[in-house]
């Protein structure tokens, strides 16, 4: 299906600020956020156990708090009177994609594209492609954001616009009650914000911007400013100093390649994968068939739990959390089957949800349907 979404790129020119455009902007930003996680969970998936524990662990905590942007995204939206979308597969990512409103140069091979990537150079290179700042990259322009920190640029100049012009106090008419809160959502770097009015929202989009690509000429997110949390690095410097098996030195600068204290990396152990070849699933075993369907049906489930969540039942956001679980123990189960479609290689789910997938689910899982939500 063709999303709309990469190709209308006039529209980000736009002079006059319009709230329903912005709240389509905010939707594509979910998007943005819930693609990263399927990237992000492929690499660490894909590490051989026992092995690459800090690369691991780094890459689970940057899902987490992919999952938190997700989070304050959704307040954001639900703030301004929006509907935060997460069960309908036109507005989900597929893979391999492209990324909502990013950059695409048709003359350039997979430019723009995301594939599913195991644990490898390759993927940390994609990571920190994603990750990065806007350090010596085009501004945005008709062709599309660069930097993610970029696209939230225009987010927030709209809604600085849309605040300065608001005379009756309605921007932010959304229901207080469909916010999700500290009290639902636990996260070791950074915290839920709710979202309430302009002060409110321009602190979400800065924990969402910070914490991937660091506070302007620093290395860290602002999370120990606003949480008074520990410092920690940006998502992009993370990626970096696994990507180039070393940690920042205590003289290295942000543009540097880091070269500081040797980070322990073994790109040999892990399950080789290509996202950018779609499982023949007509010729895999059965059983490895049904593992990869009872994947689709738990990452959908997943994205149903947290799409009720903050669709105004945001007590729910708990139940997600074993769902998260069970899905990590099905991946590392899938990665372990030799594909019998592509020598060499082993399976891997596609994270790409269908209709026909959230419409099992919901069957399956009544309290998941529209209906029963708040």
Not at 57 to 82: D, P
Not at 274 to 296: M, N
């Amino acid at each position: 299906m063709t999303d709309d979404w990469n190709y209308d790129r006039a529209e980000l020119m736009q002079k006059k600020a319009d709230k329903g455009q912005l709240l389509k902007f905010l939707q594509a930003a979910l998007k943005l956020e819930l693609t990263t996680v399927p990237l992000y969970l492929t690499g660490m998936y894909t590490i051989k156990p026992g092995t690459n524990r800090e690369a691991f662990l780094t890459m689970r905590s940057v899902v987490v708090e992919e999952m938190l942007h997700m989070t304050l995204v959704a307040n954001l939206i639900n703030a301004l009177g929006g509907k935060p979308i997460l069960d309908d597969a036109r507005y989900l990512p597929s893979y391999p994609g492209l990324m909502p409103y990013g950059y695409f140069d048709e003359k350039a091979k997979n430019s723009g594209q995301t594939g599913l990537l195991g644990y490898s150079k390759d993927a940390l290179q994609l990571f920190v492609n994603i990750e990065s700042p806007p350090w010596d990259k085009p501004a945005v322009s008709k062709a599309g954001w660069r930097t993610i920190g970029q696209f939230y640029g225009i987010i927030s100049t709209w809604l600085e616009e849309l605040h300065d012009a608001d005379t009756t106090g309605e921007l932010f008419n959304g229901k207080r009650e469909h916010q999700v809160g500290t009290e639902h959502f636990y996260n070791s770097g950074g915290e839920v914000v709710e979202v309430h009015d302009y002060r409110s929202a321009c602190t979400a989009i800065e924990v969402v911007v910070e914490e991937g690509e660091g506070l302007d000429g620093s290395f860290f997110t602002s999370d120990d400013k606003f949480f008074n949390e520990e410092r920690q690095e940006a998502h992009y410097f993370r990626f970096m100093e696994i990507l180039h098996e070393h940690r920042y030195g205590p003289y290295d600068k942000v543009r540097d390649i880091p070269s500081g204290a040797v980070v322990d990396v073994d790109w040999k152990s892990a399950y080789p994968i290509d996202g950018f070849k779609p499982v023949d699933r007509s010729k895999v075993s059965p059983e490895a068939a049904s593992r990869l369907l009872t994947f689709d049906r738990t990452y959908t489930k997943l994205l149903l739990q947290i799409h009720k969540a903050v669709n105004g039942a945001p007590d729910s956001m708990k139940d997600a959390i074993p769902t998260m679980l069970d899905l990590h123990y099905q991946a590392e189960e899938i990665f372990r089957i030799p594909r019998a479609d592509a020598e060499g290689l082993h399976l891997h789910p596609s994270f790409n949800v269908t209709p026909e997938l959230i419409a099992w689910v919901r069957k399956s899982c009544p309290e998941l349907d529209p209906s029963h939500h708040t």
